[in-house]
């Protein structure tokens, strides 16, 4: 059985956040020397695609660069055309593609780092589906098992199904804002469909605003599209504009920086574009709140179109213990994330630390810390310098599997 220090489940911005950290504090040849393994489903390094979408930043462009060590390894990329371009936008706000294609060349290259070094490897193609928690991590890899001591959760989440989607038209938020589903909805305006956005999101007004930019001339009469928000939507406030705000009794406070609602927020273009609602500046949306939020409510003739902006859920595979018990890790109350320990950084199962289990990105949250975790800087920083922290430094006799109890692995604690 091939021995690791470290397996990462999924390769995506927020794995990469281990690479950032290590090579930010010079430790990168110190951990690629324990050994590391990472598992990504997709085939090639050429279909990575992350974060490709076609709208603006939340955050300023100087954001994304923020946690990236200016002589480390990502150092001619900093001063190469990608690197050059988000240095001059600044504060401003930038197309996410370009964000994307800044990170698809930082992965590449880790992934040349890992490709010559003989403790290394990536193995392009591999959806895990099934991991052993014994001893340590069992991962089984084209017949071949894989054991390391840590395991680190990168697999990033997916969409909230919809009520009774499976009787409607629906098309996820995702692919409407990475543009794959240009000619689907295209056709489904021709056929002068209603179009109801699900959920009160930042991905509610960020497809909101996409469709008005890109398909403008089927938007010309009073609120022809309509966002369902069963919850009051929120915004994202500095501290200066804090000051100046009547907040709620739900608006979240970070201690830290003073900022509210820093991470579940509406933000930059997407928080614009809800005030200019708010103020009747902008007819041709409408926002329904409470119970007319229900897509129930919405039949028409013909069938509207639902975008599926409800949120996210954690992608996790299947963790089993040595006697076959399913290991769930506990979560917010509806599921939406995975909750951290915020002393060790590692997932809990019961209200107890899962030893050598980490998670990093969408899906996961640490809410005495972090908060959930949305934001490139906040993944290649503080989050990943924690884990890192835990997989270099944790003696070994200390990362060993703690006794569990079979209650504790039936249901999901919230």
């Known amino acids: 059985m091939e021995e690791y220090r470290l397996q990462i489940i999924g390769f995506g911005p927020a794995a990469l956040g281990i690479f950032v950290a290590a090579d930010r504090v010079g430790r990168l040849t110190e951990l690629l020397n324990t050994g590391i393994c990472i598992h990504e489903k997709i085939s090639d390094i050429e279909s990575w695609e992350s974060l490709k979408y076609r709208i603006p930043s939340n955050s300023p462009a100087l954001d994304f660069l923020s946690e990236i060590r200016t002589d480390g390894i990502f150092a001619p990329l900093l001063s190469g055309p990608l690197g050059t371009q988000l240095k001059a936008c600044g504060t401003n706000p930038v197309c996410l593609t370009l964000i994307a294609s800044f990170l698809k060349q930082m992965l590449q290259t880790v992934v040349k780092l890992l490709d010559t070094h003989s403790r290394c490897q990536v193995i392009w193609g591999h959806s895990i589906e099934s991991i052993k928690y014994a001893e340590g991590f069992i991962v089984h890899s084209q017949q071949t098992p894989l054991h390391s001591q840590y395991l680190l959760l990168a697999t990033g989440a997916c969409a909230k199904s919809v009520t009774d989607a499976e009787l409607q038209i629906t098309v996820d ?171 060790t950084s590692m997932l809990l199962n019961d209200g107890n630390p899962v030893s050598g289990l980490y998670g990093i990105g969408l899906g996961f949250a640490d809410l005495k810390t972090d908060g959930c975790q949305v934001g490139i800087n906040f993944f290649h920083g503080c989050s990943a310098a924690r884990i890192l922290t835990g997989i270099l430094e944790t003696p070994d006799h200390q990362n060993r599997p703690r006794p569990v109890q079979s209650p504790n692995f039936s249901q999901p604690a919230h």
């Open 173 to 343: 938020a995702e692919q409407l804002l990475r543009g794959n589903a240009d000619e689907e909805i295209a056709r489904y305006l021709a056929e002068k469909r209603p179009v109801y956005i699900v959920g009160g999101s930042h991905s509610s007004f960020s497809a909101a605003g996409y469709l008005l930019e890109f398909f403008s001339d089927h938007f010309h009469c009073a609120a022809p599209i309509k966002i369902l928000s069963k919850r009051r939507v929120k915004e994202m406030y500095s501290p200066s504009e804090a000051q100046q705000t009547l907040l709620k009794d739900n608006d979240l406070i970070n201690t830290d920086t003073g900022e509210v609602n820093k991470f579940d927020g509406l933000r930059g273009v997407a928080r614009e574009l809800y005030r200019q609602i708010c103020k009747g500046e902008e007819s041709r949306i409408e926002i329904i709140y409470g119970p007319q939020a229900d897509i129930r409510l919405t039949q028409s003739s013909p069938a509207p179109v639902y975008i599926n902006a409800t949120g996210y859920r954690p992608r996790l595979p299947n963790i089993c213990t040595a006697t076959g018990e399913q290991l769930v890790p506990d979560t917010t109350v509806g599921g939406n994330n995975v909750l951290k320990d915020s002393v």
